[in-house]
């Protein structure tokens, strides 16, 4: 028996991992294919006599199939990033079938006279989203609760939860109160219970004086004091959905530690204007901090982001409405504003959260609706929320929606989610039955798991490593980033290290980074940031091989060096607006010339060079900040920051704009190309820490250590930039899978935005030199930059370990 066995481990070692690779995934396969088909006992049958399984495994699988009966199919899908798309089947329910349709939100009682808005499906890029199954959703929620949290629009959705769900089975109520912001419902047949805790400010609040003769609507609240009407009703709870917004548009009256801070729209003298977003912030903060200090609650928290109203023709109470009949396209429109700070504010008070709970083993997970409800403009009931004749003053409600509508979509989401929950479970209980293959699955499935980390996701930690070069080996640091030449006296900034949260981030290694590349091409296009990226790479390779210099022109845009060694090509392409830019001032001020822009046309620097390429790295953002004039099929269509008498009349034209535009250009030129087969990666918009002033009103950056208490973040311009440059990439990444293209997304905006003390300040210079303006936007060399090429190579990596194994 010890012979056969060490025989056995000798043939396994032996084994090609390919092989390996294929039976695992058959297992899986055959597993999805169970759970869909129901002639469960010839896949076991297979399973067992095929591959030795053991009884135990086929029993873990059997009750798989028959608790869960779930396949995620979005796996590696973003199902909150999409299109709508029609939908002649729906609706599934309707108000003749379903009773629990809110009155105000019954449009087809009141008499709607178009029904397209109940016709559209959300279709995610790269992977489909079931429509909701309430068998499927029932049986999953068998023997649990759970709780909606927040506003009327929560209710919304609870409602329509019930009315999807009407299908199979309806609910008996079991409240404890009569009162109707408090409502539980129970589904008898699978002891499921659904609660609805009305809270529209989410901790303590109350109407300043609602016999107010003046009817202002002021509302106080306590920021920091928990609104026990809930809180203290959720322990037992599996699932909570919280949420908020609207409310929060409203006067308010803040308070922290019994006293009034400020007030939103308040009108009141010696009150400090904290804005909305301050207190809907410290709502959030307040609402998450009390869920993780539960100590009982065990369940699980989504976050259903904010959905944005559509008033147009003026606001809700001056005439506002919303009458469009279809959904706009991805591309139509934008999250910005208000909207845009509410859902950030949102989003990074639930991080903030996620990392304390997991802390104590709860999980938080993001139920994102904004991009999806943003695109239905179409899907209010505006005035079909009561009868034509009534004499009513209710305004049109464009805030909520319909049922059935779009909002049923929020539970197609959270079916979906549901799924992938048990999904991961069941994955981790076979990760743990699969001993036969232990020894050569198991650097498989780390490497996957590996795969699904978020390296942008993390901190900075001190490290006694590093750095990897000095400006003492590597000859190729631009001055004006030669902190160490120039006498920066601190080098605390030369030791920290990015560690992501949920796996490690190597050291770069040279060694590794020219294997993979070895026989290719790389190219930097872009403004000083991307060069500043290449030459960290350049110092970095250095350390192992030093290339040659193979450009033709000494003073040429487009620089190459050759590495023979590896047969590898590394090149710059100067293009700071990554189109087409003229200076129209040429001896105009140094740092603030005019420039013409024109958006439509490639810049000549790089689009003819790059066909050949196997990687693109395109980085640009900051020179959009200057004085600009815009071009379109080189006609004049607008400017940024007008000067000149004879263009002030030309239409503003915003800097985000232009930036979009260009990315598409760039995107749409490489896309265009026939041989282009490599892949693109945006380096993401790099901000600058400029304080106690402007980079030309005497800003500088002093700091010598990161930000440790992360209350630095990407807000105004830097945040528009970003996203922007996201969007642009999401459009070229939907286009590009069509014809097999990569594009990828380098995320250096998160980890660098907590690195004031990063950049050259007035260490790119001597001292003596009469330089005034500090650089706040470069960084030295070595320096944090050096992370970018670390997120590089292990992203080349993940490329070649996915190209291995299809």
Known sequence: MKDNSKENKNKLQKFPKTVIVVIMVFLLLTTMLTILYPLLGYPLFLLRHTFGLSSSWTSLYSKYVKESMMIPVSNKCDIFTGEWVPNPKAPYYTNLTCWAIHEHQNCMKYGRPDSEFMKWKWKPDGCDLPVFNPAQFLEMMRGKSLAFIGDSVSRNQMQSLICLLSRVEYPIDVSYTSDEHFKRWK?????????????????????????????????????????????????????????????????????????VIGCHFCQQENVTDLNMFYGYRKAFRTAFKAINSLEKFKGMVFLRTYAPSHFEGGLWNKGGNCVRQKPFKSNDVLLEGGNLELYMAQVEEFRRAEREGKKKGLKFRLLDTTQATLLRPDGHPSRYGHWAHENVTLFNDCVHWCLPGPIDTWNDFLLEMLKMEGWKAFEKKLHAKLSFYEHHVEDWLSTMLEGKCNIFRGKWMETQNGPLYTNATCHGIMDQQNCMKFGRPDTEYLKWKW????????????????????????????????????????????????????????????????????????????????????NAEPNGPLYDRLMDVYLDEPSPAWAPQIETFDYVIIS??????????????????????????????????????????????????????????????????????FENGEWNTGGECKRTQPDMKRGMRLHGAELKFYMVQLKELKEAEKEGSKRGLKFRVLETSGPMVSRPDGHPNHFGHWAHENVTIADCVHWCLPGPVDTWNEFLLYMLKMEEYEKNVT
């Open 620 to 689: 640009a953002g900051q020179w959009f900040y200057g004085p600009q004039r815009f071009y379109d099929k080189r006609q004049v269509v607008g400017c940024h920051r007008c000067k000149e008498k004879n263009i002030t009349k030309i239409k503003n034209v915003s800097m985000f704009y232009a930036c979009g535009r260009a990315f598409e250009t760039t995107y749409r030129t490489l896309l265009g190309l026939e041989n282009y087969k490599g892949i693109t990666f945006l380096k993401t918009f790099s901000p600058a820490h």
């Open 187 to 259: 589904y008898t047949t699978y002891n499921f219970i659904i609660a609805f805790f009305w809270t529209p400010h989410l901790v303590r609040s109350q109407e300043a004086d609602p016999n107010d003769p003046s009817h202002t609507g002021l509302f106080e609240l306590y920021l920091d004091e928990l609104d026990t009407r809930w809180t203290t009703q959720i322990d037992e709870f599996d699932y909570l959905i919280i949420s908020g917004g609207h409310w929060f548009f409203k006067p308010m009256r803040y308070y922290e530690k019994g006293k």
């Open 499 to 582: 560690v992501p949260n949920e796996c490690e981030l190597p050291f770069f290694d040279a060694v590794q980074f020219l294997e993979i590349v070895k026989g290719k091409q790389m190219g930097f296009v872009g403004d000083s940031l991307g060069r500043n990226h290449m030459q960290s790479l350049m110092c970095l390779l250095g350390t192992v091989s030093k290339p040659t210099y193979v450009t033709s022109k000494s003073d040429a845009k487009s620089q190459y060096w050759y590495f023979a060694e590896h047969n590898f090509t590394l090149a710059s392409f100067w293009s700071p607006y990554l189109v087409e830019a003229i």
